[in-house]
C-alpha cells in the first residue's frame, strides 16, 4: 500500500490446503443499512470491512469506518482518535495500530466477560499522522494448542496532495524480486498474454523504485 496500491482485504479458509475448517478465514463487512448483497458488495470493494480467524475487530478512525478517505491541506500532521471494540473467545493481550505498516501504538485490553462467556473491551487512542498516510488496527489471540488467531481492519486513507507518501526501497526492492521469481518459475508454463501481465508488473514496480527512499 506504500507502493500507491490502494488494495482492500478479503478473505479465504484455504481448507484443503491448510488444516483448518470451512469459514476459519472471513471478512466482516459494515454496512448502514440491512442487509443485501448489492450493498454488502459495495461495502467490500469500499474497504469498510476487517478480516479475522477469530476475534471480531470493530475500529473507527475520527468516528469513520476502514475505507474511508479523509483530504486536508496545509497542516503537516493531524492528531486521529482510533476507537476500538474487541470481541475475542480468549483474552487478547495487544491491539496495534499501524500508520503505513508500522506498528505506532499497542493497546493493552481490559477485557471483561459477558453473558455469553465472550471476552469484550471498549478503548481507543489518538494518534498523530503526518502527510499522506494509511492507518489500520490489528490483533492476535492465543488459542490453546498454539494456533494464533488475528484479525486485522482495512485501511483508512489520509490523503494529503501537497505530502505525497514515498514508497520505501526495501518494500519495492521485495516486489521486484518476486515478480522476477515468479517471471523466471512461470515462463515455460504460461501463455504469452499471462507472461506480460508479469512483465507490465515489473515495469511498474521499477518506476517506483526510481523514486522510492
Not at 501504538?105 to 473491551?121: H, I, M, T, V, W
Not at 494448542?145 to 514508497?167: E, I, K, Q
Amino acid at each position: 500500500m506504500n507502493c500507491g496500491f490502494r488494495l482492500r482485504p478479503t478473505a479465504g479458509t484455504a481448507s484443503g490446503v491448510h488444516p483448518v475448517p470451512l469459514g476459519f478465514g472471513r471478512v466482516y463487512v459494515h454496512l448502514d443499512g440491512p442487509f443485501r448483497y448489492d450493498a454488502w458488495m459495495k461495502g467490500l470493494a469500499a474497504g469498510r470491512s476487517f478480516v479475522t480467524t477469530g476475534p471480531m475487530l470493530l475500529a473507527d478512525f475520527d468516528g469513520k469506518p476502514p475505507g474511508h478517505r479523509f483530504e486536508w491541506r496545509g497542516s503537516p500532521a493531524r492528531r486521529v482518535r482510533v476507537n476500538v471494540k474487541l470481541i475475542s473467545e480468549q483474552p487478547v493481550k495487544a491491539i496495534e495500530i499501524l500508520r503505513n505498516g508500522d506498528v505506532i501504538s499497542q493497546l493493552a485490553p481490559k477485557s471483561k466477560q459477558n453473558g455469553d462467556g465472550a471476552f469484550e473491551a471498549d478503548l481507543g487512542e489518538s494518534v498523530t499522522i503526518q502527510g499522506t498516510s494509511w492507518l489500520a488496527v490489528r490483533c492476535w489471540e492465543e488459542r490453546p494448542g498454539g494456533r494464533m488467531r488475528f484479525a486485522h481492519t482495512a485501511p483508512v486513507w489520509f490523503d494529503a496532495p501537497d505530502a505525497p507518501l514515498r514508497p520505501r526501497k526495501r518494500e519495492v526492492e521485495w516486489l521486484l524480486q518476486r515478480t522476477r521469481d515468479e517471471i523466471t518459475r512461470s515462463e515455460a508454463l504460461l501463455p504469452p498474454e499471462a507472461l506480460a501481465e508479469y512483465r507490465e508488473a515489473l515495469a511498474a514496480y521499477e518506476a517506483l523504485a526510481r523514486d522510492a527512499q
